[in-house]
């Protein structure tokens, strides 16, 4: 792991294929720790117990959430190409999990560090026409970390596809609970379940009880007119928390919270 730097955040960086070389995630800017004035720490990993869950803690990005490049047309044991990872082989028939493990043929990944920047390259192989290069960069500036993910199309056939950020966060290690409050602007519509909405018209959520061991999930839909995306998670006791800008409204917006992580 190395680090980039702000005069407020220490960011912890893995390099690619050093820790996490499994199949769901980008390889290429893992966000392991994010240390804020020297004292709020806010990464968690999915699962503290060993073999559960996909393998992700801070922030792991991923393309492709809901299908893959060439996957349907590709034999068992054939191989399909995953942006951000590599070449994966086909082990079974059916249709396309973003959970299963696949034995991979890892692209080629440059690395430019700065003291408050990193960039990550993946080189293309091409793959039943795809072949496309990935690039993400990284920097931090006072309390901010900003990410950008780019697909570039060098292949034969046309390439649609999904990217997203999967955030697991805690505040300094606090469990998960009644203490958390998450915001956005505009209403979220939430299932009936321990998590609630706490006001603003469903703009602030909250989960009953001080220490919340469920398991939830939530897809929310933005309003179609929204030209940006903006959240906040706080723990209420400190005021400590992090918040998330897109500059694009994005397909959904996915809440998930265990004991241990949001």
């Not at 792991?1 to 005069?7: G, L, V």
């Not at 998960?176 to 409050?181: A, L, R, S, T």
């Not at 007119?225 to 959904?252: C, I, M, N, Q």
Request: aromatic fraction near 12%.
């Amino acid at each position: 792991m190395f680090y980039i730097s702000s005069d407020r955040l220490r960011v912890g960086v893995d390099f690619a294929g050093e820790a996490y070389r499994r199949s769901r995630f980008d390889w290429s800017g893992i966000v392991r720790s994010v240390i804020l004035d020297g004292r709020h720490r806010f990464c968690a990993p999915e699962s503290y117990a060993p073999g559960r869950g996909s393998g992700g803690e801070g922030i792991m990005c991923e393309f492709g959430r809901h299908g893959q490049l060439g996957f349907a047309e590709a034999p068992v044991g054939g191989w399909f190409a995953r942006p951000g990872i590599g070449l994966l082989l086909k082990g079974e028939a059916g249709p396309f999990n973003c959970f299963m493990d696949c034995d991979t043929r890892p692209f080629a990944v440059s690395l430019d560090i700065a003291g408050d920047s990193a960039r990550f390259e993946a080189m293309p192989m091409e793959c039943g026409g795809f072949a496309f290069s990935t690039a993400r960069e990284l920097k931090v500036a006072g309390n901010e970390l900003s990410i950008k993910a780019t697909l570039r199309n060098l292949g034969e056939r046309d390439i649609s596809t999904d990217e997203y950020a999967h955030n697991f966060f805690c505040v300094d290690g606090r469990p998960i609970g009644g203490d958390y409050e998450l915001r956005a602007g505009y209403p979220m519509a939430v299932p009936d379940h321990p998590i609630i909405c706490a006001g603003d018209g469903g703009r602030r959520l909250k989960l009953r009880g001080a220490n919340w061991g469920g398991d939830f999930y939530a897809r929310i839909e933005p309003p179609p007119t929204l030209a940006g995306h903006e959240w906040t998670l706080t723990y209420v006791p400190s005021g400590a928390g992090v918040s998330e800008r897109d500059d694009f409204r994005p397909l959904y917006f996915a809440v998930w919270a265990v004991g241990h992580a949001f």
